[in-house]
């Protein structure tokens, strides 16, 4: 099993660790009825996808 040589600093391990914050999620405009929602997802509120119903509106 490997052993570490030396002990990791508290500034180097944080330094490593400084692009791991978390991002808030994009959202985009539905093309159909302009409410928020994710990219690549359904639109919650009226069920269109890429300009065409892909469920109903009492499904979404």
Do not use: F, W
Not at 1 to 23: E, F, G, L
Not at 25 to 41: F, I, Q
């Amino acid at each position: 099993m490997a052993v570490p040589r030396s002990r990791v600093s508290n500034q180097r391990k944080n330094t490593r660790r400084a692009h791991h914050a978390k991002r808030p999620k994009h959202a985009a405009s539905c093309t159909n009825c302009g409410t928020m929602r994710l990219y690549h997802r359904i639109c919650a509120s009226c069920g269109y996808y890429k300009d065409r119903s892909v469920m109903s509106s009492e499904q979404a």
